[in-house]
């Protein structure tokens, strides 16, 4: 084989490895946080991974935060989220999440669900 020819193989090789890795980085497992639209304040957030703070930050009402999660993890890996709006609301959740994407609801009172609210539904006053 000649040496043109190895150059173009490997220049190859390396475009498809290069493809590979950003499609695993794309699709790596998540977790989305979806910030009820109607909510009234901004609230604080902090993530957890593992009992370890990885994130900290605030969300505004309507915004959706990205969690990227560690690709490779053992049988004990576990996820964590507090949330709080000054010191008269706070709320946490914790989960085991799989290997896809887990999307996070908060409403208004900083409720946590893995469902959206309906469209249509009336939230009681």
């Known amino acids: 084989m000649d040496k043109a020819r190895k150059q173009r193989l490997l220049g190859i090789l390396a475009l498809v490895l290069l493809f590979g890795l950003y499609v695993a980085w794309r699709e790596r ?27 900290s930050g605030d969300i505004q009402p309507g915004e959706v935060r990205r969690f990227p999660l560690r690709p490779w993890r053992g049988d ?21 999440p799989g290997y896809s994407r887990l999307d996070l609801y908060l409403g208004r009172d900083l409720e946590v669900s893995t469902q959206p609210l309906p469209a249509g539904m009336i939230r009681e006053q």
């Open 29 to 55: 497992p998540q977790i989305l946080v979806h910030y009820d639209a109607q909510a009234v304040g901004v609230a604080s957030y902090s993530f957890m991974e593992n009992g370890e703070e990885r994130l």
């Open 76 to 96: 004990n890996y576990q996820v964590g989220f507090r949330f709080h709006q000054g010191s008269e609301k706070y709320t946490s959740f914790s989960a085991r």
